[in-house]
């Protein structure tokens, strides 16, 4: 169980502004607010999937990366706590994975497998559209979010919906399109840079993943655009790209 | 439901008549999707621009030479939503060029417009960093694409990439783009594989998309199981093998 400390919260809110007015990448502001979301609720992971043009939902960003959750949300496309949200555009909260098996044949024994107990996903609401939903894992038995956390957690999730359209010409739903397969292309990169560091170093792809955002954080750079030099100009990255 | 928009978007393109190209070329190919598109979206015209990684412009097809021509007008100014495209890899979508497309592009603008352009629709062809150009819808009308045109024109658009990465001997024939017609379940693993190809061949990203797809078709092997076996280093790729 948990409450979230309303100075954390402001915190949070003062962060996402933050990042809005300064110049904006999606990516690096959806792993921000994953990351957020996860240690506001004290949740075991935080996802975040969009549903492309074809309406699919496509993972995103998360406040970790790793082969086993990558996998439980790109099961979500056919089943799923995240396509529920999606498709009702209500929220699915505290759903114990031990008891969902018959709800998601195929994304409960992965998600418990991959040692969570309750599942959560808020629709990513966008005026009346619905364009996503945000992913809560808890790993504690009984519920993780109680009923004050709910609507701040579906306020997380707005704000990420917000922030899909913060570019400066906001008037266009056309730029939603654009910033969307931007974003998902980007994510592309950021896989295909795992893939590069993988097998130049010797290491696992999640391993591959910690070194990239390591040393974007270090270096204050963005993530896709340090996966984007990794793939166009290694050299320039010989610290990171080299054993 | 992907799959059948994918398949539905090569039966089009099949259907369409050959042009002067010899049918299996890959400009035969473009030229055909080129056609196709136009008549599945209710475009005036649809051009392809071959692009290399630093943005030089390669071949150019399109529909029909009057929009072959207005395809070219870009490059001759170095300026348009094409471009635009490529350089920041996603769409550039235009639906009104009276609508402050002249400040964005101020040489640009006027000239298409005297061809009669009223919207221009940019696709980059790509796959994560890999870059092979763009797909280009222009109409005479303005107003915006639907969701479903929406929709289908990123499926030509992969179904372009698929068959740029296979070379004109499996032109049309293959899957289309990397991950789109591949169980989703793994599509994280193809692109990781993608880059752990490219180091172990040390390739530019495209020559290994290639090589994976190839090695998949010659395997008849789906190509989400050949990655698979990449990243969990049960397959490497070896510089010396074709």
Known sequence: ?????????????????DTMIDEFDLIDFLHMLTDRTSTLVDAAAVGL?????????????????????????????????????????????????????????????????????????????????VIGALNVFGSQPGPSLDDADVPIVQALADIAAIGLLQERAIRRGELLTEQ???????????????GVIAQARGV?????FTLIRDYSRAGNHRISNVARAILTDPAQLSELVNP | MMDDLAARTKALIARQPAGPHVETSIVGFLQRLCAAATRALAVSGAGVTLMAEDGVRGLVTASDPATERIEDVQFVLGEGPCIDAFEARRPVLVPDLADGALSRW?????????????AVFAFPLQVGAGRLGVLDLFRTRPGPLTAEDLAQALVFADVAVGTLLDGQERAGAGAAADGLVEAMDSRAELFQAQGMVMVQLGVPLIAALARLRAYAYAENRPLAEVARDVVARRLRFDRDQP
């Open chain 1, 1 to 17: 169980m948990t409450t979230v400390s309303a100075e954390r919260l402001a915190q949070v809110f003062v962060e996402v502004a």
């Open chain 1, 49 to 129: 999937l969009l549903a492309d043009q074809r309406g699919q939902l496509e993972f995103l960003a998360a406040s970790d990366e790793n082969t086993k959750l990558l996998e439980l949300f790109q099961v979500q496309n056919s089943e799923g706590p995240c396509l529920d949200a999606f498709r009702t555009g209500t929220p699915v909260v505290n759903a114990d994975l031990a008891e969902a098996a018959g709800r998601w044949p195929r994304f409960a024994p992965r998600a418990t497998a991959a040692g969570f107990r309750s599942v959560h996903a808020f629709p990513l609401r966008l005026r009346s559209q």
């Open chain 1, 180 to 194: 969307l397969q931007g974003a998902l292309n980007s994510r592309i990169v950021i896989e295909q840079a795992k």
């Open chain 1, 204 to 208: 696992s792809v999640d391993e591959a």
């Open chain 2, 106 to 118: 101020p040489v640009y603008t006027p000239t298409i417009h005297d061809s009669g352009v009223r």
